[in-house]
């Protein structure tokens, strides 16, 4: 399941969708997500899993950008983190939405902007100044455009900055999951429940049964790798199209040989694999 962002653009959603009509909001689940069961601790524990990644023990002095915010809580993470400077946007307005709403928890600070746009606008984000920390965290693969959006994302880095990105890994799966994908969005609302609940059995509860395992363990539990909720990523997991996937060696290739990238750390064991890149020297 990904993270708490979305960054489609509907033009180009609408090319690569081939016609499938997506009903799913990103910005509406995770708007959900904050008025119902936003906490403090999944702050912390989201800005302890960003500061764990980047090796940092704080954000003080650095200008971060949230590439596709969703909900807003790694950004609020990122400010609780100290960021120096912290832009935030999203192309969905109920993300930005949900994203204001956070920040206004702080005070609505003046060197935290929450902006409405779209990584593949050119001209939006050639007005952006670059970072020290550009981060996207399960975003660019529901763009319509991953490739491009991951070279517009990596613009926004200054000459020393670094690129904390997540993206959804290739599997031999990954033609079903596009199937189940658009049959969500054109499934009724009472359809997309049973959805959700099939997936939940199938993938959580089932097999938790036959390990003897207590299934709602895992399912409180979830927040803890990165302050997220099970049902919302299940939703957000289900709904999300468009939908891109990459093998790890053709994101590494793309870095490398297009973006002029080295890769310093990388993660894997959930559907998305992190990497943290540099500009090479």
């Known amino acids: 399941m990904r993270a708490d962002s979305a960054s489609a653009d509907p033009q180009e959603s609408a090319v690569r969708s081939e016609e499938v009509k997506i009903s799913f909001s990103f910005g509406e689940n995770w708007k959900e997500f904050v008025e119902k069961r936003f906490t403090a601790e999944r702050v912390e524990i989201s800005k302890q899993h960003i500061l764990r990644f980047l090796e940092l023990p704080d954000l003080r002095g650095k200008y971060f950008i949230d590439v596709g915010s969703g909900s807003g809580l790694s950004s609020l993470a990122a400010f609780d983190a100290g960021a120096s400077r912290l832009v935030s946007f999203d192309i969905d307005p109920a993300s930005v939405e949900a994203t204001r709403s956070l920040r206004a928890l702080r005070g609505e600070p003046p060197n935290w902007d929450v902006l409405s746009g779209s990584i593949l606008d050119d001209e939006f984000v050639a007005k952006l100044a670059q970072a020290d920390v550009v981060y996207s965290w399960g975003v660019?693969?529901?763009?319509?455009?991953?490739?491009?959006?991951?070279?517009?994302?990596?613009?926004?880095?200054?000459?020393?900055?670094?690129?904390?990105?997540?993206?959804?890994?290739?599997?031999?799966?990954?033609?079903?999951?596009?199937?189940?994908?658009?049959?969500?969005?054109?499934?009724?609302?009472?359809?997309?429940?049973?959805?959700?609940?099939?997936?939940?059995?199938?993938?959580?509860?089932?097999?938790?049964?036959?390990?003897?395992?207590?299934?709602?363990?895992?399912?409180?539990?979830?927040?803890?790798?990165?302050?997220?909720?099970?049902?919302?990523?299940?939703?957000?997991?289900?709904?999300?199209?468009?939908?891109?996937?990459?093998?790890?060696?053709?994101?590494?290739?793309?870095?490398?040989?297009?973006?002029?990238?080295?890769?310093?750390?990388?993660?894997?064991?959930?559907?998305?694999?992190?990497y943290l890149f540099v500009r090479r020297i």
Not at 174 to 199: F, V
Not at 221 to 239: Q, V
Request: glycine share 6%; aromatic share 12%.
């Open 140 to 274: 660019l693969h529901h763009t319509g455009a991953m490739w491009r959006a991951v070279e517009n994302a990596a613009k926004l880095m200054k000459p020393e900055g670094i690129f904390y990105l997540a993206l959804y890994t290739t599997s031999p799966k990954s033609p079903y999951w596009i199937d189940i994908k658009r049959r969500y969005n054109r499934a009724s609302p009472m359809k997309k429940r049973l959805m959700e609940w099939s997936h939940a059995w199938r993938y959580t509860i089932f097999p938790h049964i036959l390990a003897r395992k207590n299934p709602l363990n895992t399912i409180r539990n979830y927040k803890t790798s990165r302050g997220m909720d099970f049902i919302a990523d299940l939703r957000d997991w289900l709904g999300g199209y468009p939908y891109e996937d990459a093998k790890i060696e053709e994101v590494l290739e793309f870095g490398r040989k297009r973006l002029g990238l080295e890769l310093t750390k990388i993660a894997t064991g959930e559907a998305c694999t992190e």
